[in-house]
């Protein structure tokens, strides 16, 4: 079974806010884990990806993945309105397709 | 930065005809995927296609669709005999060359069936 989870939201924050969002998996053949940003009427946006377990930061975004508890974090650090979007993680073993999550619906108030 | 480009954005077709959605990939890219997401649902895999044929389809991929790169630039989608139920955003999404490397998506095409 390749399920990806991901609790909807909505999540809202005020700016400046540390952000977290989740998701679990129950295939532990999943390798590599990613994760997008995507606002309305547009198209999946990649924000980082991961390989196995361990952490990645990038500016104010920091992915973590626990490959022992089939856990993937995205943080993000002093959130800004212009994050508010919905975030996807998606994940893959070694076959070409990608498993998504449902999304998170972020919204970051002024 | 380059792009994947999608056309049309918006589809409106009636049901039990034939439609074609359009991809242009980022050019040096080898791999191609189209995936789609109905309203309030998950991001679903379609197919992948390299060096011109299909290596994976999922079981939503059956004989209504089908796939193709008639002229090495476009890469399209074609749904025959449309069902309401293919009502969606369909997304291409492109990636380099081997290895793991992610792949990168278009704005999609919303497809609605009357």
């Known amino acids: 079974q390749k399920e990806v989870e991901q609790d909807p939201g909505p999540l809202s924050v005020p700016e400046g806010a540390i952000v977290s969002l989740n998701c679990t998996y129950s295939?532990?053949?999943?390798?590599?884990f990613m994760w997008y940003r995507q606002y309305s009427r547009k198209g999946p946006e990649l924000l980082m990806y991961?390989?196995?377990?361990g952490n990645k930061e990038d500016g104010r975004f920091t992915a973590q993945v626990d490959k022992s508890s089939k856990y993937i974090s995205l943080f993000i650090r002093d959130s800004q309105p212009s994050d508010s979007a919905t975030y996807l993680c998606?994940?893959?073993?070694?076959?070409?397709?990608?498993?998504f999550g449902t999304g998170t619906s972020l919204t970051v108030i002024p | 930065e380059p792009e994947v480009t999608q056309t049309p954005s918006h589809q409106v077709t009636q049901m039990g005809q034939e439609v074609i959605l359009r991809c242009v990939p980022i050019?040096?890219?080898?791999?191609f995927y189209w995936y789609r997401q109905i309203l309030g649902q998950k991001v679903e895999f379609l197919v992948s296609?390299?060096?011109?044929?299909?290596?994976?389809k999922s079981e939503i991929f059956d004989d209504q669709f089908s796939v193709e790169r008639p002229d090495g630039s476009n890469f399209t989608l074609k749904i025959r005999s449309t069902k309401l139920e293919d009502s969606a955003m369909y997304f291409c999404?492109?990636?380099?060359?081997?290895?793991?490397?992610?792949?990168?998506f278009g704005d999609g095409t919303r497809l609605s069936i009357l």
């Open positions: 999404a492109t990636r380099p060359g081997q290895g793991f490397q992610p792949q990168h």
């Open positions: 295939n532990s053949a999943f390798q590599y």
């Open positions: 991961t390989y196995s377990s």
């Open positions: 998606a994940m893959s073993d070694y076959s070409n397709q990608f498993y």
């Open positions: 050019s040096n890219h080898l791999y």
């Open positions: 296609f390299y060096n011109n044929e299909i290596s994976e």
